[in-house]
């Protein structure tokens, strides 16, 4: 629950940089303070790592900066309720494929319902590209619960979201500079990124990792 009031409230304070440094400019600053902040606090061990450890860890990364960049251009383009609406097509899905019960389905499909029926996805122009962005980042979205629960199994605490992290940031720090350039020295991106790595990042990708441990 704290994760997923952390992450909404961090996408819409996001979305007051969007417009200056662009989605993978802003996705940057969110997965690399999140980065520092994380390897500050955890310290993660880099030796002993096995390849195949290293390997989900760097598909983790790759997950992160796809699902966050994929939600901010979404944004562009879509209001915040109808991208989240579409968007939650990823946990719903892994929620409905991952049951057992018929009763477990019932009720992904009832919050499905009551998703729609809180969002303003009637009488809103759904331009394509913003719908096939936020489906994009809802597909990745159910890799990152998946890979986030793989990888919590195999590197304890928080060693392996720090990592990822930082493989997040490595990926999207060239296209960044590419695409926001100078922009990415203002002091109101900076600040704002801060708190959106914090709200957005940090807070709730560590809480789902720790509650992946005891939860399916």
Known sequence: ?????????????????IDIAGPIGTVFYRVAFAALLLCAFVRPQVR????????????????LAGMNVCYYAALQHLPIGVTVTIEFT????VAVLGSRRRIDIFWALLAAVGLVLL????????????????????????GYILLSSRVGERVSGLSGLALALVASAAVTAIPAVATAGTTLLDPKVIGIGL????????????????????LT
């Not at 990823?90 to 899905?93: D, E, F, Q, R, S």
């Open 1 to 17: 629950m704290i994760s997923i009031v952390s992450v909404q409230f961090g996408a819409a304070i996001a979305k007051e940089i």
């Open 48 to 63: 002993g790592r096995t390849r195949e450890d290293w390997g989900y860890i760097a598909a983790f990364g790759l997950v």
């Open 90 to 93: 990823g946990p719903l899905a």
């Open 119 to 142: 969002s303003p996805v009637t009488g809103v122009d759904l331009p394509i590209v913003g719908v096939l962005l936020a489906l994009a980042a809802g597909a990745f979205w159910a």
């Open 195 to 214: 708190v959106v790595a914090l709200m957005a990042s940090a807070i709730p990708y560590g809480c789902e990792l720790e509650a992946l441990r005891s």
